[in-house]
């Protein structure tokens, strides 16, 4: 079923762009390179600020300091305007202009979210209209037409949060290339000035090697894991490293570090491994002078765990298959 451009403006609906809203976008704006890259990041912060009030106004819970738009390196490196619901998932708010047709859909956004919100935003960047939503996209157009209601969206979302989805990220895959979204090389983000770790520790190394596990190969990925303000905006490093064992199991190592200026982790972060059944299988916590925390165990294939990072009453969890 597709819509007529009469059709997006009866059930579109329009809120004003608040000055802090404003404030906000072209604080993180000024962060900015180019001035391309400025004005993307001024959009995408509006379309998520629009969104964050009408879900507010509509009484849904949303974290917004641990979405990946709030977090200024992610923002840096990526065409990212999510918001993140607790229980529920990351929400793309995508901007799109007054006189447009199709919305772009960056890829890096295609995987990790629980549906896509468009927002007309004004060019006069005081009121933006929430035209409708799609639950899932898998090219860069998006055309209009396509968009559901913002009545069906907030029924999705009802289903949503009593059945929360879980993102899986398939380890196996990781063997064969193929990887997830957000999952960096350790050396791309750590060539970025801005989360290079104080301490001089890249030429060494550390994810030690048991000596009779060196005839598989290691694969390694990273992802920025974001707290919020606890941790003043300073993201940490999670890193997953894998490697083939015998009997058919992988070995499985887990690092966090520190990433800009800083020389240690926050004491009292944890680093967490979860059962399937969400039951505590291993944990540990830094202290006053810890620069990376690591756990490490076999799993069998097809067997499912949660990797969490905590402080304080901030918490992000990622899952995964082997």
């Known amino acids: 079923m597709t819509r007529t451009t009469i059709e997006l ?28 890259k400025a004005e993307q990041v001024r959009l995408n912060t509006l379309s998520v600020c629009v969104v964050k009030d009408y879900l507010e106004m509509m009484g849904i819970p949303i974290n917004l300091t641990t979405s990946d ?46 549906g896509y919100i468009v927002v007309q935003v004004d060019e006069s960047l005081h009121e933006a209209k929430l035209l409708g939503f799609v639950r899932n996209v898998t090219t860069e157009e998006l055309p209009l037409s396509q968009l559901q209601s913002l009545e069906d969206f907030i029924e999705y979302l009802g289903q949503l949060r009593q059945t929360p989805v879980k993102t899986l990220v398939n380890l196996s895959q990781w063997l064969a290339g193929i990887f997830d979204i957000g999952w960096q090389t350790v050396e791309s983000l750590w060539n970025q000035p801005e989360l290079r770790p104080a301490y001089a520790f890249r030429n060494s190394n ?117």
């Open 9 to 36: 403006e009866d059930f579109a609906l329009t809120l004003p762009i608040t000055q802090a809203a404003r404030k906000t976008a072209r604080a993180f704006a000024l962060e900015q390179s180019t001035a391309e």
């Open 69 to 114: 738009s709030w977090n200024s390196v992610v923002r840096l490196c990526t065409d990212v305007a999510d918001l993140e619901l607790p229980e529920v998932g990351r929400l793309e708010c995508r901007p799109v202009g007054v006189a447009e047709q199709i919305c772009y859909i960056p890829p890096e956004t295609w995987e990790d979210r629980v």
């Open 206 to 322: 550390i994810v030690e090697q048991d000596n009779d596990d060196q005839i598989a190969a290691l694969t390694r990925r990273a992802k920025l894991i974001d707290l919020g303000i606890q941790i003043a905006n300073q993201p940490v490093m999670l890193i997953v490293e894998i490697q083939p064992k015998a009997d058919q199991q992988t070995g499985v190592r887990l690092q966090l570090h520190p990433t800009g200026n800083q020389s240690y982790l926050i004491p009292g972060v944890k680093l967490t491994v979860l059962d399937e059944s969400g039951e505590v299988f291993l944990e540990t916590q830094a202290r006053s002078a810890d620069n990376y925390l690591q756990l490490q165990f076999r799993g069998e294939p097809k067997e499912q765990f949660s990797v969490r990072v905590s402080l304080n009453d901030g918490c992000v969890t990622e899952h995964f298959v082997i």
